[in-house]
């Protein structure tokens, strides 16, 4: 039964865009409706640079006669509604994290194993290892999805107004999390006490004291102005904020080889820039909060090693969920640090 909202958001997609099957130009022709290109983040983040260059690519690579628009800011539904709409193929194309799929694709779990990579080099290596790469893609197949590019804004960090300097000092924090069972249970499993919270009610949540500390990438943080509401930013580097660029697995077969061909070419383009704007803007995220008052506290090689100890119950739940093979696939495809 489809729901009000589902209806409204399919009534605004149907105004815009033909989506029910792939529209296609004739030979020498431009398409009349644009493909949309769906994030639910605001225009000054990754995920849409990322989007905006895959939308960009279509265009150039097919000179014009393919169109696609990008819809930032959830306008077209949130993360969930998304997913929903690209596995019924009424929307061809979405950009997002990983962290909101589990539901839709459990076996992007394993990226919730805490504490997993060394750093973002090794993460970037171990999602473009071939046979890592096809177990990846697999993965979305089975569920109605085609995964066409990676991407990530880096590792998640904690913000907080208490300094983090001992396995101790998160006993107790209220830290916002998204709603994933994975995340949650790891921050019970350091102390804290996690709260999941829609992302749009944490700044007032901050700013009133309903939690103490929330979890995101450094772009996120800056974007949302987030670090304006606390004293400290601690580099946990717990999980990867990985961006996918995922299709309608049905939108997609149902297209020509050329048109496939330049929507392969369109997001491994897209996917290149966006590592690169993630590198490019660190530095500049880092200063923005660190000018405002705001501490960076790194963590110690043997404080992370505990961290890692203490989570690995999430490692047993995880490895429950989608089976020892999927998780060392994974972990063997991680180059040595």
């Known amino acids: 039964m489809i729901t009000l909202k589902r209806a409204l958001i399919a009534m605004m997609i149907l105004g815009a865009v ?20 769906c994030v639910d983040s605001p225009e000054d983040a ?28 959830a306008m077209l539904g949130g993360d969930r509604e998304l997913l929903e709409s690209v596995e019924s193929g009424d929307i061809p194309f979405v950009v997002q994290t990983t962290a909101p799929q589990i539901d839709f694709v459990p076996e992007t779990a394993i990226f919730n194993l805490p504490s997993a990579f060394a750093d973002i080099p090794q993460l970037r290596a171990t999602v473009s290892d071939p046979d890592f790469r096809k177990v990846f893609e697999d993965m979305y197949e089975a569920h109605g999805y085609k995964l066409l590019a990676v991407g990530d804004q880096g590792f998640r960090v904690m913000t907080t107004n208490k300094a983090v300097r001992s396995l101790e000092d998160f006993q107790g924090q209220k830290i916002r999390t998204m709603e994933n069972v994975y995340h949650i249970a790891f921050w019970r499993a350091i102390g804290a006490s996690p709260t999941p919270m829609n992302f749009g009610e944490v700044y007032i949540g901050l700013q009133q004291g309903t939690i103490d ?24 580097n717990h999980v990867p904020h990985l961006l996918t660029l995922i299709a309608s697995k049905r939108f997609y077969e149902n297209l020509p080889d050329e048109d496939r061909a330049i929507l392969d ?17 660190l530095d500049g995220r880092i200063k923005i909060i660190t000018d405002s008052g705001t501490e960076i506290i790194k963590i110690e090689p043997d404080l992370r090693q505990e961290i890692f100890e203490a989570s690995q119950p999430v490692y047993t739940m995880i490895r429950q969920a989608v089976g020892d093979e999927l998780v060392d696939a994974m972990l063997n495809a991680r180059p040595e640090r």
């Open 18 to 37: 033909a989506l029910a099957l792939p529209v296609r130009a004739n030979a020498g022709e431009e398409m009349t409706f644009a493909w949309p290109v």
């Open 46 to 73: 990754v995920t849409f640079i990322m989007a905006k260059r895959f939308a960009d690519e279509i265009i150039r690579l097919s000179n014009n006669r393919l169109k696609a628009k990008v819809y930032p800011n």
């Open 213 to 236: 500390a929330q979890e995101n990438p450094y772009e996120t943080t800056v974007a949302a102005k987030l670090y304006e509401q606390q004293r400290y930013i601690v580099e946990t």
């Open 265 to 281: 070419e369109a997001a491994r383009i897209a996917a290149e820039f966006a590592y690169q704007q993630t590198d490019a803007r």
